[in-house]
C-alpha cells in the first residue's frame, strides 16, 4: 500500500513536532507562504508569536533558548526577511545560543538569477552558523530539520540556518520521521583525556592560590550543581563572566563576583596573583582578560570546556580537559583532595571594601541628586527577592544591571555579550516570557536600545507578554558617551538623545506605565510594576552623565581598574 505523500511545508510541520517545538516567533512573506499556509491547521500545536521585525524573531527565540534550555525557532521569508536575521544569527554564534533560523527561499530553478527576494543567505550565514543548508527538494525536509536541532544543541551550541526553496516546500513527498544522533567529523562531546584530568587534580590540590572562572558553558551544560560540589569541596574562590553570573548564586561565600573590564575589583586583581586558574566553559574574551600580555602570567591555567578550538586561542593553556563540564567536573570533584584556602579567600576581602565604599555605596545609596542607575536596579532585583530572570540591552544599562542585579536561580542571565547588540533586550525579553512563563522577567534598557527595536512593543501588546520594562533614561547613548569623556576630552559626538514620550508610546501600544524621578517614589512605582499583571513600562530618570565603574581602560591589564574618572 502507497504511503500518503504530503508537502514539503506540512513535512516541516511534522518535523518541527517530532523535536518537540511548540513556540515559534516569525513573520510571514511570498516566499515562506506555503509554510505559513501549512502553519494554519497545526496552531494547536504549535504556537507562533507574530514578531514586528524578523530581527525581533531571531532575537526572541534566543531569549526562549537562553532561559529554557531548549532551541528557539523563527520562521521568516526571503531576501530581507531572511537579511533581518542575521545580527540575531550572529549574536547567537558567539554567545553559544541554540536556535534555528528557517526562511524561504526562491524556487530552485530560479536561484542565481536575481529572482525578486532572492539572496544567497547560505552564503551569507555560513561564517556566522553552525550549520548553513538548502532545502532544494522536499524529500530532503526531515532529514535536513532533523540534523539542524542536532548540531543546534549538541556539544557548544549555536545558530543554524537552513534556507527553504518554494518548490521543495510545494512538492509532494512521502514522511518518516528521522532522528539524527551522528555526523561523520561532528565531535559535539570530545573524549576526556585520563592524563589531562589527573595532571589537573595535581595542581589544584597543590595550590595555594586558585581561582575559577566560571563561564555561560556550566548554564549551557546544566552543570550547577557540579560546579557547586567542585568548588565546595577544595573551598574554591569564584569570578564570573557575564553570561555566567546566574550558574552559582550571588549570595555564594564562594562567588567573589563578575570578571572584566566592568567586573568587580576583587577577582579581577587575583586574576594576576593566583597560582592555578580553572577556567570553566568561557572563552577568555578580551572584555575578560584585558591585555593579553600580563594576563594571569603567573598562574598555571586549567581551561575545561567542550570546544577544542578554545583551547589555547587566546590564552596558553596548562592542561586542557575537554568534554561538557557537567562530566568534567564530576571528575575532578571525585579525585580532588577537600582543602580550606582561608588566608587566600580573605585576600579578596580588602578589595571587597575597597570598592563598595568607593564605587557601591555610593552608586546604590546615594544621599541626593538624581536617581542612579544602579539604585534602580538594586530595588527592583530585592523587589523580586533576587528571583527574577535578567534581561538587558546594550550599554550602560547592561553593565549596571549585571553589575548590581542578584542571582538565587540559574539561566537568569539574558544579555548580548560578545555582539553587544543594541535593541536584543525587548524581543530577548518577549522571548523569555515564552521559556519561562512560571517567572518574572524584567529587562533593563537605555534610551538608546529600545528606540532600536521599540515596534515589538506591538508584539508584547498582541501576545500580552508579560514583560516588565525598565527605561534607565539619561537621555544620552549612555556607554559611548562615557569613553568620549574618558578618552575623547569630553566631546559628546552625536550621543545626546532627543527623546519621545515614552508613556504616550505605552499608552498607545495598550501597555500600563510609569514615569519615576524622584527617589521617594521609586520603591512604590517598582511595586506598582511587579503587581500589575502583564506588561508594565518603568521609565527611570536617571542622572544623565552617571557613569559604570570600575573600568579597565581598553588596552590595560585586568588588575589595573579605575574607581574614578580622575584615577
Given at each position: 500500500?502507497?504511503?500518503?505523500?504530503?508537502?514539503?511545508?506540512?513535512?516541516?510541520?511534522?518535523?518541527?513536532?517530532?523535536?518537540?517545538?511548540?513556540?515559534?516567533?516569525?513573520?510571514?512573506?511570498?516566499?515562506?507562504?506555503?509554510?505559513?499556509?501549512?502553519?494554519?491547521?497545526?496552531?494547536?500545536?504549535?504556537?507562533?508569536?507574530?514578531?514586528?521585525?524578523?530581527?525581533?524573531?531571531?532575537?526572541?527565540?534566543?531569549?526562549?533558548?537562553?532561559?529554557?534550555?531548549?532551541?528557539?525557532?523563527?520562521?521568516?521569508?526571503?531576501?530581507?526577511?531572511?537579511?533581518?536575521?542575521?545580527?540575531?544569527?550572529?549574536?547567537?554564534?558567539?554567545?553559544?545560543?541554540?536556535?534555528?533560523?528557517?526562511?524561504?527561499?526562491?524556487?530552485?530553478?530560479?536561484?542565481?538569477?536575481?529572482?525578486?527576494?532572492?539572496?544567497?543567505?547560505?552564503?551569507?550565514?555560513?561564517?556566522?552558523?553552525?550549520?548553513?543548508?538548502q532545502i532544494r527538494r522536499a524529500e530532503d525536509v526531515a532529514w535536513a530539520v532533523s540534523r539542524a536541532?542536532?548540531?543546534?544543541?549538541?556539544?557548544?551550541?549555536?545558530?543554524?540556518?537552513?534556507?527553504?526553496?518554494?518548490?521543495?516546500?510545494?512538492?509532494?513527498?512521502?514522511?518518516?520521521?528521522?532522528?539524527?544522533?551522528?555526523?561523520?567529523?561532528?565531535?559535539?562531546?570530545?573524549?576526556?583525556?585520563?592524563?589531562?584530568?589527573?595532571?589537573?587534580?595535581?595542581?589544584?590540590?597543590?595550590?595555594?592560590?586558585?581561582?575559577?572562572?566560571?563561564?555561560?558553558?556550566?548554564?549551557?551544560?546544566?552543570?550547577?550543581?557540579?560546579?557547586?560540589?567542585?568548588v565546595e569541596k577544595a573551598d574554591l574562590p569564584c569570578g564570573c563572566t557575564l553570561l555566567g553570573l546566574s550558574a552559582l548564586p550571588s549570595d555564594h561565600p564562594l562567588n567573589k563576583g563578575m570578571l572584566g573590564m566592568h567586573g568587580n575589583l576583587g577577582p579581577n586583581v587575583k586574576t594576576n596573583e593566583c597560582d592555578v586558574l580553572i577556567a570553566v566553559g568561557m572563552r577568555f574574551d578580551d572584555r575578560v582578560t584585558g591585555k593579553l600580555e600580563t594576563y594571569a602570567r603567573q598562574a598555571k591555567v586549567i581551561h575545561l570546556d567542550v570546544d577544542p578550538s578554545e583551547i589555547s586561542k587566546n590564552v596558553a593553556v596548562d592542561v586542557p580537559i575537554l568534554g561538557n563540564c557537567k562530566r568534567t567536573l564530576a571528575l575532578l570533584t571525585e579525585l580532588i583532595q577537600a582543602q580550606r584556602h582561608t588566608e587566600w579567600i580573605e585576600s579578596f576581602r580588602p578589595y571587597e571594601e575597597k570598592e563598595y565604599t568607593q564605587v557601591i555605596d555610593r552608586e546604590i545609596h546615594p544621599k541626593e541628586g538624581p536617581l542612579n542607575m544602579g539604585e534602580v536596579v538594586r530595588k527592583v532585583s530585592e523587589a523580586t527577592r533576587n528571583e527574577a530572570i535578567l534581561v538587558t540591552d546594550v550599554g550602560q544599562n547592561q553593565m549596571m544591571a549585571c553589575r548590581y542585579f542578584k542571582f538565587t536561580k540559574n539561566r537568569s542571565v539574558v544579555?548580548?555579550?560578545?555582539?553587544?547588540?543594541?535593541?536584543?533586550?525587548?524581543?530577548?525579553?518577549?522571548?523569555?516570557?515564552?521559556?519561562?512563563?512560571?517567572?518574572?522577567?524584567?529587562?533593563?534598557?537605555?534610551?538608546?536600545?529600545?528606540?532600536?527595536?521599540?515596534?515589538?512593543?506591538?508584539?508584547?501588546?498582541?501576545?500580552?507578554?508579560?514583560?516588565?520594562?525598565?527605561?534607565?533614561?539619561?537621555n544620552y547613548l549612555g556607554n559611548v558617551r562615557q569613553w568620549q569623556a574618558m578618552f575623547f576630552n569630553r566631546r559628546y559626538s552625536f550621543t545626546p538623545m532627543m527623546n519621545p514620550d515614552y508613556m504616550q508610546i505605552a499608552s498607545a501600544y495598550g501597555i500600563p506605565s510609569r514615569r519615576v524621578a524622584e527617589r521617594g517614589e521609586l520603591e512604590e512605582a517598582i511595586r506598582e510594576m511587579l503587581d500589575t499583571d502583564g506588561p508594565f513600562l518603568l521609565e527611570a530618570c536617571v542622572i544623565e552623565e552617571g557613569n559604570v565603574l570600575p573600568m579597565t581602560p581598553p588596552g590595560s591589564s585586568v588588575n589595573y581598574m579605575m574607581l574614578d574618572l580622575d584615577c
Open positions: 500500500m502507497a504511503k500518503e505523500k504530503i508537502t514539503g511545508s506540512e513535512a516541516l510541520m511534522r518535523s518541527l513536532e517530532h523535536e518537540g517545538i511548540k513556540t515559534i516567533f516569525g513573520y510571514p512573506g511570498g516566499a515562506i507562504m506555503p509554510v505559513f499556509d501549512a502553519l494554519y491547521d497545526h496552531r494547536d500545536k504549535l504556537n507562533h508569536i507574530l514578531v514586528r521585525h524578523e530581527q525581533g524573531a531571531a532575537h526572541a527565540a534566543q531569549g526562549f533558548a537562553r532561559v529554557s534550555g531548549e532551541v528557539g525557532v523563527c520562521l521568516v521569508t526571503s531576501g530581507p526577511g531572511a537579511t533581518n536575521t542575521i545580527t540575531g544569527v550572529a549574536d547567537a554564534m558567539i554567545d553559544s545560543t541554540p536556535i534555528v533560523v528557517i526562511a524561504g527561499q526562491v524556487g530552485a530553478s530560479l536561484l542565481g538569477t536575481d529572482a525578486f527576494q532572492e539572496v544567497d543567505l547560505v552564503g551569507i550565514t555560513q561564517p556566522i552558523s553552525k550549520w548553513s543548508y536541532f542536532y548540531i543546534a544543541r549538541s556539544g557548544r551550541p549555536g545558530p543554524v540556518v537552513l534556507d527553504f526553496a518554494k518548490n521543495a516546500q510545494q512538492e509532494l513527498t512521502e514522511y518518516e520521521p528521522v532522528d539524527v544522533d551522528f555526523i561523520r567529523s561532528y565531535d559535539p562531546d570530545p573524549e576526556t583525556d585520563p592524563k589531562a584530568v589527573a595532571e589537573a587534580v595535581a595542581l589544584i590540590n597543590e595550590a595555594r592560590k586558585p581561582l575559577v572562572l566560571v563561564g555561560q558553558g556550566v548554564e549551557l551544560g546544566n552543570a550547577q550543581e557540579e560546579l557547586r560540589a567542585f544579555t548580548s555579550g560578545g555582539m553587544g547588540t543594541m535593541g536584543f533586550g525587548l524581543p530577548a525579553a518577549i522571548g523569555a516570557t515564552f521559556g519561562r512563563p512560571d517567572r518574572t522577567v524584567c529587562v533593563f534598557m537605555g534610551d538608546g536600545g529600545l528606540q532600536m527595536t521599540m515596534q515589538e512593543l506591538g508584539t508584547v501588546m498582541e501576545q500580552k507578554a508579560p514583560v516588565k520594562i525598565i527605561l534607565l533614561n539619561n
